[in-house]
C-alpha cells in the first residue's frame, strides 16, 4: 500500500502569480551585481540547474558559493515578501483539502522540489499548506541537480521504498524522474502540460486537478505497487 506521498510545489500545490520570477531576479542581481536579462528554462528544472545556466546566459561563472549565496538570497527575499506572495498567489484548488484528509489518514507526505528549502517553507507557509508535511524529509534544490536525484534523497530520509511511494507534479521532467527513481507517478495537469502529454510521457495516471477531494485520495491510494 502507499505509505508515502512526495509532492512538488510550483503549479501542483500553488502558483505565485508571477512573484516568483520577480522574487528570482531580484536574487539573482543581489548575488552577481547583474542585472537579470534573460533566464534559463524554469520548467521542470531545479533551482541548482537554472541559476548555472542562467549565469552562462551572461557569461559569469559558476560555482558552487554562487549557488549557496543565491539560495540564501532567494530564502530571505521570499520571508521578506510573504505577505505579497500571499495577496497575489493562491494554493490550487483543492490542495489543502488533499493534503488534510491524506493526513487524517495518517500518510506521511513530503514535498520533492527544485525549490531551495527557504522558498519551499515560505511558499507553503503562506498557504496553509506546510502543516501537513514532514518538511525534513523533503528533497530540495539544494540537494541536487536532477529530481531523480531529489526524489532518492527524500526516499533515504522517509526510509520509504520506492515501491510504496507516489510522487505528484505537473511536468514530463517529473514523471521522467518517478520512472526512474521507481515511484509511481501521478501527474496533475495543472501546470503548462496538458493531460495528453502527461499520459504520453508515461505517468501512471492523470489528474486535471486537485478538485475532486474523493478521487484524488482513491487515485494515490491505488497506485503503490505490491
Do not use: C
Not at 521570499?78 to 488533499?98: D, K, Q, T, Y
Not at 489518514?105 to 506546510?130: I, Y
Not at 526516499?155 to 521507481?182: K, M, Q
Amino acid at each position: 500500500m502507499t505509505e508515502l506521498v512526495l509532492w512538488d510545489i510550483d503549479h501542483t500545490l500553488m502558483a505565485t502569480g508571477g512573484l516568483g520570477r520577480e522574487l528570482w531576479a531580484q536574487a539573482f542581481e543581489e548575488v552577481t551585481g547583474v542585472e537579470l536579462r534573460e533566464q534559463a528554462s524554469v520548467t521542470g528544472s531545479t533551482e541548482r540547474v537554472i541559476l548555472r545556466e542562467t549565469a552562462r546566459l551572461h557569461d559569469l561563472p559558476y560555482s558552487d558559493e554562487l549557488f549557496e549565496s543565491f539560495a540564501s538570497a532567494l530564502g530571505g527575499l521570499h520571508v521578506r515578501r510573504a505577505a505579497e506572495l500571499r495577496e497575489r498567489g493562491h494554493a490550487l484548488p483543492g490542495a489543502a483539502a488533499v493534503l488534510a484528509r491524506l493526513a487524517k489518514q495518517g500518510m506521511r507526505q513530503t514535498v520533492v522540489t527544485g525549490n531551495v528549502r527557504g522558498a519551499a517553507e515560505v511558499k507553503l507557509a503562506v498557504f496553509g499548506l506546510d502543516d501537513y508535511m514532514r518538511l525534513d524529509e523533503g528533497a530540495y534544490g539544494e540537494d541536487g541537480e536532477e529530481r531523480p536525484e531529489l526524489l532518492r534523497a527524500a526516499l533515504a530520509r522517509s526510509s520509504i521504498r520506492a515501491e510504496a511511494a507516489v510522487f505528484l507534479g505537473d511536468t514530463p521532467a517529473d514523471v521522467a524522474a518517478g520512472l526512474e527513481a521507481g515511484v509511481r507517478l501521478v501527474a496533475v495537469a495543472t501546470g503548462k502540460t496538458s493531460a495528453a502529454e502527461l499520459r504520453g510521457a508515461g505517468a501512471d495516471a492523470v489528474l486535471e486537478d486537485l478538485a475532486d477531494t474523493d478521487h484524488v485520495i482513491t487515485v494515490i491510494r491505488s497506485m503503490a505497487r505490491t
